[in-house]
């Protein structure tokens, strides 16, 4: 069956440090990824997508995720995090032809100054 | 451009009441979906509408019921709230593999 892991529910980081949120997904096939941010009472807006081709990927506001076909993830990095980062990221996987798409739990990311 | 607009955006109910959240968006997109959101569960999908006139059962069906009305619109009916589907419910819509989600409505059974 098809699933999403987010080992970490919660992750502090201070303002400037570099950001690694860990995704790992159950998948036989090449998966399409996603990772989402949710700011406090608000919707989910997509940060960015691999469906293909480079293995890195850029997103908005400076994110970026590698795709590890070997490790089975989907990490989300960003150089250097700004106190506007503080939100909750999910991971997501679907795949060409799928209706659904799965998500995991969650990584709440807390800023401090 | 609304994007995907959910109303009530906050609803308190009492066991046994019934109501419905809605769900329209703009896009144009043939795709449309309900989740629900608990602490420490992620997103579960509880039904799904990939074109007008069809819908299909996701994860958490039970407990709801839900209507394509047109291409826009894409309703979720709780018939008898009860307490356990106290949660943030999301609709979301679809084109090319990406989905687009509202902002969600707060959902407390009492």
């Known amino acids: 069956a098809q699933s999403v892991t987010q080992p970490d529910i919660h992750i502090t980081v201070s303002e400037g440090a570099s950001l690694e949120l860990r995704c790992n997904y159950s998948?036989?096939?090449?998966?399409?990824l996603f990772w989402y941010v949710q700011s406090p009472g608000q919707g989910l807006q997509l940060l960015l997508k691999y469906f293909s081709g480079d293995t890195l990927v850029q997103g908005i506001k400076g994110f970026e995720a590698e795709f590890k076909r070997s490790q089975s993830s989907f990490n989300l990095r960003k150089p250097s995090v700004h106190w506007s980062d503080a939100a909750e990221y999910f991971c997501?996987?679907?795949?060409?032809?799928?209706?659904?798409?799965?998500f995991g739990t969650g990584t709440s990311l807390t800023v401090i100054p | 451009n609304a994007g995907v607009t959910q109303t009530p955006k906050f609803q308190v109910l009492k066991t046994g009441q019934s109501m419905t959240l809605q769900c329209a968006q703009d896009?144009?997109?043939?795709?449309m979906y309900w989740y629900r959101q608990d602490p420490g569960m992620g997103l579960r999908l509880i039904y799904y509408s990939a074109s007008e006139g069809t819908t299909d059962k996701g994860e958490v069906p039970n407990g709801y019921n839900v209507s394509r009305l047109n291409k826009r619109e894409f309703s979720l009916r709780l018939e008898s709230a009860a307490p356990s589907q106290t949660s943030v419910y999301f609709c979301?819509?679809?084109?090319?593999?990406?989905?687009?989600f509202g902002a969600g409505t707060r959902l407390s059974v009492l």
């Open positions: 979301a819509s679809m084109t090319e593999n990406i989905q687009y």
């Open positions: 997501a996987v679907g795949a060409q032809g799928w209706n659904q798409f799965y």
């Open positions: 896009m144009n997109h043939n795709s």
């Open positions: 998948y036989g096939a090449t998966p399409y």
